[in-house]
């Protein structure tokens, strides 16, 4: 009698473990599944990190620092090629879509965001409602008469077309203007890159936000007064405007940061960016991590 108790019990302990484990491995993978990596580049962006590295661990996501020795010693394997964010510079983050096979990775399709590929679908709602684009060496050689094409006279804003941003966009004098003062040969040395000219136009306050599967998550002001970032609640005006224009523009990505200013008394268009190389300034790290999450997983069972 007391062999065969013991006999159930131990079969019972048995039949316990067995489902304990069962589930814990189960648990195990469903939290493998569900775990995103995200790689930083803190340096670029050490203000804006320390909260978005926060929400990450938070969140129980992995952490793990960007080395640019990688791109001489490898990856690491403890990185997966799934399931990966990264954010730092803009020239890493247009590095890593193109060399690296991470999902949704770096979220920087260099192409995409070129002002080329998106300013036409963009017009009624962009700061320019006139532009050009052509080489940098036919805009010096022609500069009064590309003005007058798009309505200026003595002075134009020039821009790059990359988003990489090879020279900052400013105001230049057309009568004057020359390669040097697009910065050439200190930033960049090809004569032919593209640019953007089209008529000066005054800004006024400027916000960002971040755009995830076409939805506002989270949205930054620009004060210039104290020089500081502010958060931005997603029913201010600004953000329906963002909002509205997400949804009816081509997405360059399935994340991006979108650009937001006052211009002659309207919200306009500014710009769009990619995610992995952009500042997110005050926007909310806990929607960002949140969202990105999971577009993250999302894209990986797609895979799968």
């Known amino acids: 009698m007391a062999a065969r108790l013991s006999e ?7 039949n316990f473990v067995r489902s304990w484990l069962f ?17 930083l580049e803190s340096e670029v962006f050490p203000e804006t990190h320390a909260p978005l590295r926060k929400a990450i661990r938070e969140r129980g996501q992995r952490l793990i620092d960007w080395s640019d020795e990688w791109w001489y010693d490898g990856v690491p394997r403890r990185i997966p090629t799934s399931a990966v964010i990264f954010h730092g510079s803009l020239g890493n983050a247009a590095r890593v879509a193109k060399e690296l096979h991470w999902t949704p990775g770096s979220l920087c399709p260099v192409d995409a965001f070129c002002c080329s590929a998106w300013y036409e679908a963009a017009k009624p709602w962009l700061v320019h409602s006139a532009w050009t684009i052509c080489p940098a060496k036919d805009l010096v050689a022609n500069a009064s008469a590309v003005a007058t094409q798009i309505g200026s006279e003595s002075r134009i804003f020039v821009r790059p077309d ?3 941003k090879p020279f900052s966009g400013r105001v230049v004098d057309v009568a004057t203007l020359t390669l040097a003062k697009l910065d050439h040969g200190f930033y960049f040395d090809d004569e032919s890159l593209s640019v953007i000219a089209a008529p000066v136009k005054a800004i006024g306050r400027e916000w960002r936000f971040v755009i995830v599967e076409r939805n506002v ?11 500081k970032s502010l958060p931005v609640a997603l029913d201010a005006e600004a953000a329906f405007f963002a909002s509205s224009v997400a949804a009816k523009i081509p997405a360059p990505a399935a994340a991006y940061v979108l650009d937001v200013c006052e211009c002659g008394g309207e919200l306009r268009l500014l710009e769009l960016n990619p995610f992995g190389g952009a500042d997110l300034y005050a926007c909310d790290p806990v929607a960002i991590v949140d969202a990105l999450s999971a577009l993250a997983n999302k894209q990986e069972v797609d895979r799968s």
Do not use: F, I, K
């Open 8 to 14: 159930s019990v131990s079969l019972g302990l048995t």
């Open 23 to 39: 589930d814990l491995v189960r648990q195990a993978e469903e939290n493998t599944m569900n775990s995103v990596t995200w790689v």
């Open 162 to 164: 990359s988003p990489l």
């Open 217 to 227: 998550v989270a949205g930054s002001a620009y004060d210039p007064a104290g020089r």
